[in-house]
């Protein structure tokens, strides 16, 4: 389920005083399998960005594709994108409505009209997915749960859609650092059983960790992409917009600068050590 | 001898209905014109604590006394919260007014001061936090981080000693972030006046004079930023994380490179290691 | 977006009304209602009405924003005029047909009617376009405030007003995200019938209430850290201030009031 998008502009209020340009002529595309990092930081549009992609906002015809659909084409049925691109806003939490777990989880599979034992079984690998006893929560009110589980919920609730594609805007915003960890970790997981994943984030050593390729957002438009090596390769321009690179991404060039032989781009906490540890004791394939 | 401002002892609170204590015998000073943060997981007991330090919440046992006095009534409640103003995590559900200035003169008109002295504290609130030109503004118009610096200034027009932050920068975006760090760091060297810095981010952490952990309603470890963060497994066991540098320093002693323990920044690092080349 | 569109319809300026005190404005407002009244003829209508006119004109906004604030009672006015054309009896009669019967004394009493119903709309309207919802609350609050001996709550109905101007955009907002993050769970608020689209309401307002909820518990901690502990014993920054312009403005309504009066006793039409 490949997204491709050309030249996608977006403004909003258009001929008020408010009027504001959210997106200029973005084009980007992800293939099958991908795990793609978005950064920007408020206001770069990178919210703007990711309700294209599954319809939540009108798109010109010809601007966004999901598996050669035209989200802005007329007669597009947005119900079935949606089944197949999920997305997951900040503060998921903040959506649930049902009496039980069960029941909210379930509503994403009801809107698509599938039959109870369907749902039933949908319901659970989902909880399952997110690192919830099924048995345990399902009958539970989701508001006496703690923050992070409710969070959990939330996302359940969209995997519980199964879709090929998953989307989701600042997953561990406001989470302790454990729970943080424990965020990526499931995200991670979601990735590895064969769903591309789209992360929105601030911060450039969870994307830096977890993503194959990146987008930088910045006002309205793509400032720089590709692999994170060679994304981080800017960081004094990344810093000019307000946005950092790793803090081993930083050490890296400036031993670079010191003389040490320090490939470019890398960041990664165990690839610097080796590099650093090849440069002062000469062995050549060092590994930490 | 620095005075001491805050003198927590033996401090517990325990929720109605609640079969554990959410704050767990404490006993803490802190002394005037210290950067204090405090870290813990989620639960640790850390935010019923700040409640604690300008009377929100009366200890269940034991005492705290902020700037002098042992809130034992309600007059004596808001002499501390006079003296101890707070800063809360989300900046939309504490501004009360419908214009930036108004909002800071809040605090001010429950105290019941003269209107013109209101006025000039307010600007000078406003001015200090660098939204003067907001003075109109309506909330909704601004961004987190000057919601967030409305927050402080109203606080700041009451004239505090001390001004306790809980999580105010966790649902800020990095700039927002850093901005309110700083303003609250400014607020610390330049007025003296005492921070207490409740966050989940190592980073901001790090860089106070002073850090307290807590787990499970108790101080799990204390002392100066650099020594608590050196314990790298303790500090990870406990839900938390180092700084970066913390780690790498660990990874690169485990591969016989010999580093002092206490390595936090990009730049203490790059210097270690240029000397070993 | 929703938080861009300016709430209420306050209209900012800084013409003669806009400048006069909240106070002034709700209490002349009040006596035009009473004048409107006190009025009985047409000439004292038409006074009023080229009063209403002017006042309207000074304010600098514009008149079809006015006349679009009639349409909404369009039908309360038409319905006031037929149930006083019909039922009214007495005087001469201009029509009969069938049972209805319509008499001049009918048609002049239905006419008024209608006449009085527009000219206490365009004059309330005028207030609340001139006047920003904060500086109405504070008037409201300071008219009331002798009332609190009998225990009235002026100031806490005041803040509760006040508050929820504040919180209207922060909601709206959230609203906004919850309805986005439901359809994005294939939520349809769009169509079906009328049942169909009011139980579609219940995943957007169960978070939302418990959101607003959570907000306001926030809410009144922040003001307990802030100090806050009623009405009593506070002071504000802004104090409201008769100046010489409302002496004006009470001197105007005094005159208007004595040319209603005039124009009655003379009895032109």
Known sequence: ?288 | MKKTIIEARDVCFKYEGASTLAVDHVTLDIAEGDFVAILGRNGSGKSTFAKLLNALQLPTEGSVRVNGIIPANEDDCYEVRKSCGMVFQNPDNQIVTTIVEEDCAFGLENLGTPPQEIRARVDDALRSVGMSEFAQASPAMLSGGQKQRVAVAGVLAMRPRIIVFDESTAMLDPIGRRDVFALARRLNVEEGITIVWITHFMEEAALADRLVIMDGGRIALEGEPRSVFAQTDRVLELGLDVPEMMKLAQMLRARGIALPDDIMTVNEMAVELCRLK | MLKNITLGQYFPGDSFIHRLDPRTKLLATVALIAIVFVAQGFSGFLLIAAFVLACAISTGIHLKFLVRGLKPIMFIIIFTFVLNLFFQTEGKELVHWGFIRITDQGLRMASFMAVRLILLVVSSQLLTLTTSPIALTDGLEALFRPLEVIHFPAHEIAMMMSIALRFIPTLMDEADKIMKAQKARGANFETGNLIQRAKAMVPLLVPLFVGAFRRAEDLALAMDARCYRGGAGRTRMKQLKFGTIDVIAAVVMALLLAGVIALNRLNLF
């Open chain 1, 1 to 288: 389920m490949p997204i491709e998008v050309k030249k996608l502009t977006h403004v909003y209020m258009p001929g008020t005083p408010f009027e504001a340009r959210a997106l200029n002529e973005v084009s980007l595309s992800i293939r099958d399998g991908e795990f793609i990092g978005i950064i920007g930081h408020t206001g770069s549009g990178k919210s703007t960005l990711i309700s294209h992609l599954n319809g939540l906002e009108h798109s010109e015809p010809g601007t966004v594709f999901v598996n050669g659909v035209d989200l802005g084409g007329k007669g597009t049925d947005l119900i079935a994108i949606r089944r197949v691109v999920g997305l997951v806003f900040q503060y998921p939490e903040y959506q649930l409505f049902e009496e039980t777990v069960a029941r909210d989880v379930a509503f994403g599979p009801t809107n698509l009209g599938l039959d109870g034992e369907e749902i039933q079984r949908r319901v659970e690998t989902a909880l399952k997915q997110v690192g919830l006893n099924p048995a345990e929560v399902s009958e539970k009110s989701p508001f006496e749960l703690s923050g992070g589980q409710k969070r959990r919920v939330a996302i359940a609730g969209v995997l519980a859609m199964q879709p090929a594609i998953l989307i989701l805007d600042e997953p561990a915003a406001g989470l302790d650092p454990a729970g943080r960890r424990e965020m990526f970790e499931l995200i991670r997981g979601i990735h590895d059983s064969g769903v591309t994943v789209v992360m929105v984030s601030h911060s450039m050593d969870d994307v830096g960790r977890l993503c194959n390729r990146l987008f930088v957002l910045n006002r309205g438009e793509i400032a720089y992409s590709g692999t994170p090596e060679e994304v981080f390769v800017h960081e004094n321009k990344l810093h000019a917009i307000g946005l950092d690179v790793p803090e081993c991404a930083k050490l890296a060039r400036r031993l670079r600068e010191a003389g040490f032989d320090i490939p470019e781009g890398i960041y990664r906490t165990e690839d610097v050590c080796a590099a650093i540890v090849g440069n002062l004791s000469g062995e050549g394939d060092a590994k930490c």
